[in-house]
Each structure stands twice: as C-alpha cells, then as structure tokens.
C-alpha cells in the first residue's frame, strides 16, 4: 500500500469518515472536522502509523497532504 493510501486510512480514523477520498492537493479546508485539535491528533496518528516523527518546524509549513506524503517518504527513506 503506498503512503497515500496508508494516509486515507488514518483519516478515516480521526475523522470517522469512510467517505474521504484523499488527493495530493487534499487541505484541511477540504475537510469539515480538521480544526486545530483534529490537526494535533492527526499527526500524531501520522506519527505512530509511518513510525517517523515531524518537528514543529516540518509541520507549519506543510500547505497540502502532498507535501505530508512527501515529508513521511522523505523519513522513512523509501
């Protein structure tokens, strides 16, 4: 499965919602339920699924879930 994929799937999770389908242009305006808590949970979530961790840095500057994809590949040196 690649990381888009694995990412759809904790979004599922955190969000409890099957229906969201994930693009590499996907933002959190895209979803409803992605506040500022729901961000936190969910790269946590990140985290632990890809087994990585982000700075607080590496976080902020992300502006889609592309960028996300990219970042976890990057560490996890695929």
């Excluded at 506040?35 to 699924?49: F, I």
Aim: net charge negative.
């Amino acid at each position: 499965m690649d990381t888009l994929a694995r990412l759809e799937q904790v979004f599922h999770n955190i969000f409890e919602d099957d229906s969201i389908v994930l693009t590499r242009e996907t933002t959190a305006q895209d979803i409803e339920a992605w506040d500022s808590v729901q961000h936190v949970t969910l790269m946590l979530e990140v985290e632990a699924e890809f087994k990585v961790r982000f700075s607080t840095s590496e976080m902020a500057y992300l502006k889609n879930v592309g960028e996300l994809v990219d970042l976890i590949d990057k560490k996890v040196k695929k």
